[in-house]
């Protein structure tokens, strides 16, 4: 089981989680704690149940998202952008993006951002 209180170090171990945010409709948000390594990125995995979305994220930062599972919705630059499985996507800066899970099964998503 991975560790959630020690973080990994620059030697490499398991990462731990920094804080976990539950959300509305069953959304879960598990940001990773990199400061120890340090990365030039952070980082998180949100879990978002069939039928859920998450609110609007506007931020000063680049970010990119990996699909892990499930399939969505992104709604990105006033359009509509299916996702699944194996998908990514990347939103610049200062953008209104969010995603819709549309699948039976909850959309897993990875997410790095870094400063521009």
Do not use: K
């Amino acid at each position: 089981m991975i560790s959630r209180t020690a973080a990994a170090d620059s030697t490499g171990g398991p990462v731990a989680l920094l804080a976990e945010f539950p959300g509305p409709d069953g959304i879960v948000l598990r940001e990773h704690d990199l400061g120890a390594i340090p990365a030039p990125f952070s980082s998180s995995v949100f879990v978002v149940p069939p039928g859920a979305v998450t609110d609007i994220d506007v931020h000063d930062v680049v970010e990119t998202w990996f699909v892990g599972s499930g399939e969505g919705t992104v709604e990105y630059a006033g359009q509509q952008h299916p996702v699944r499985t194996g998908d990514s996507f990347h939103f610049a800066t200062r953008r209104p993006h969010r995603v819709r899970s549309t699948g039976s099964t909850p959309l897993t998503v990875f997410s790095v951002w870094w400063s521009a």
